[in-house]
């Protein structure tokens, strides 16, 4: 099983991911990390050198052929799944969890902006307002997870139960 962890910026995937891997005892994949790899540099170099049009392409591209083991955790961009017709492809090969969370607890959580080209230059009010008006666009591809769950004080015991009773509906229908 493949489990796709999706959500905004700092809503965290990347930490979530790692700790439900352990639990799993699986691989745990990040994909921005793999375009950072794979490309030899950062997202917000990529941004600078090939704009956002050239990073989403690319980034649908490692979604699609990145070489998965048979179980792992994989933790997405936030903008992955809004692009493309990537969210069905992941609802196709895996269990989707959208990682909720309200736009000021995840300003609270973006301090460091730098790396985050489209964020890098607004002040914590101006990230707030970005953020609402994003979240309104992006939740209509978000919430096609097959799993919608508050990630704020969530820990990687009761992520793992919910997904194991989504697995059980699923398995019952
Ligand atoms: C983006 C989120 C980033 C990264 C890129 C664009 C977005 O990933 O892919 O900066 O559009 O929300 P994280 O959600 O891991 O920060």
Redesign the pocket.
């Known amino acids: 099983m493949k489990i796709f962890l999706v959500?905004?910026?700092?809503c965290g995937?990347?930490t979530k991911a790692k700790q439900l891997a352990h639990r799993l005892v699986c691989p745990v994949i990040d994909l921005?990390a793999e375009i950072v790899n794979k490309s030899g540099k950062t997202?917000a170099e990529f941004?600078e050198a090939y704009g956002e049009n050239g990073?989403r392409a690319y980034?649908s591209e490692m979604l699609k052929t990145y070489n998965y083991p048979e179980t792992c955790v994989v933790?997405t961009?936030?903008?992955?799944p809004c692009f493309f017709d990537n969210m069905d492809w992941m609802n196709a090969h895996g269990e989707t969890v959208y990682l909720e969370m309200e736009p000021s607890q995840l300003v609270s959580r973006l301090h460091n902006r730098q790396?985050?080209?489209?964020i890098k230059d607004l002040n914590d009010e101006q990230l707030l307002e970005f953020i609402k008006l994003k979240l309104e666009e992006r939740n209509a591809f978000y919430r096609r997870s097959k799993i919608v769950i508050n990630a704020f004080d969530l820990d990687a015991e009761r992520l793992e139960e919910a997904i194991r009773n989504a697995e059980g509906r699923a398995a019952n229908k």
């Open positions: 959500g905004y910026m700092g995937k990347s921005d997202i941004f990073f980034e933790a961009g936030g903008g992955l790396k985050r080209p489209l």
